[in-house]
Nanobody, 120 residues
Framework: QAKLVESGGGLVQAGGSLRLSCEAS????????RAWYRQALGKERELVAA???????RYAESVKGRFTISFDNTRHTLSLQMNSLKPEDTATYYC??????????????WGQGTLVTVSS
């Protein structure tokens, strides 16, 4: 089973950039979806960006054109480049490697979360 360790969160001013990383170890061969989710205080968890097994990507409408998801096959690292950050992006960000959207599986893996705070 995969283990995910996230890093890169922190405090940044509006308009700035951050790059989140998620290092994966263990088995990821059964995974179909590599994704970043976020959850702000008092709000539900939402999908931010995903890289699917066929190579396609999905982004939340609110981050399109600003965020880019990528996966380094050699280093087994999932990244999220976040540009033009807004205060509304403030949340705890989680990386996830999933078998299927919205259907929990014993093979799913989640990171511990990394906090991103964007000041105005």
């Amino acid at each position: 089973q995969a283990k995910l360790v996230e890093s890169g969160g922190g405090l940044v001013q509006a308009g700035g950039s951050l790059r989140l990383s998620c290092e994966a170890s263990g088995s990821i061969f059964s995974i179909n979806i590599r994704a970043w989710y976020r959850q702000a205080l008092g709000k539900e968890r939402e999908l931010v960006a995903a890289l699917e097994s066929g190579g396609s990507t999905r982004y939340a409408e609110s981050v399109k054109g600003r965020f880019t998801i990528s996966f380094d096959n050699t280093r087994h690292t999932l990244s999220l480049q976040m540009n033009s950050l807004k205060p509304e992006d403030t949340a705890t960000y989680y990386c996830a490697m999933l078998v299927e959207y919205n259907l929990p599986s014993a093979l799913d893996a989640w990171g511990q979360g990394t906090l991103v705070t964007v000041s105005s």
